[in-house]
């Protein structure tokens, strides 16, 4: 049986992966472009939250894809990733009644700094909740 403990509202098990998440929540994931979503939180993503293998941006069931890497799992230059947090921001601005979690992306497999990816952040509306 898996422990979880409360993040925000999200459930997290012992091993910090999500649990569950609230019918209006949504979980933000780095991906590739290709939408080879094969490990880590993207595996996740698939497996659980309704993420779509062959699909590297945008919305996917309880997912919202960010592509930090190409198709050949190559860094995406920062001002690309940059255009699909814009369009991200833009998204969550639309569906107020929504909470997005986003998690640490690029920093994984991507091998981003945290500070190379803060400093391509959008100023994101409120219901875009930032997890450590």
């Known amino acids: 049986m ?57 919305r996917q069931g309880k ?18 990733i940059k255009h699909y947090l814009n369009e991200l921001a833009d998204y969550a601005r639309l569906y107020k009644g929504e909470i997005f979690y986003l998690t640490a992306i690029g920093q994984g497999i991507a091998n981003f700094t945290k500070e190379e990816m803060e400093s391509i952040m959008p100023i994101f509306p409120d219901n875009v909740i930032k997890l450590k």
């Not at 080879?36 to 659980?48: M, P, T, Y």
């Not at 960010?66 to 190559?74: K, Y």
Request: overall charge negative.
């Open 2 to 58: 898996k422990q979880t403990i409360a993040t925000n509202n999200m459930k997290t098990d012992n091993r910090n992966f999500i649990t569950e998440l609230e019918p209006n929540e949504v979980i933000i994931f780095g991906s590739n472009s290709a939408g080879g979503h094969h490990g880590g939180l993207a595996k996740q993503c698939v497996d659980d939250f309704g993420a779509i293998m062959g699909v590297g941006f945008g």
């Open 63 to 80: 997912c919202y894809a960010i592509p930090t890497l190409n198709e050949n799992f190559e860094k995406l230059p920062l001002e690309i």
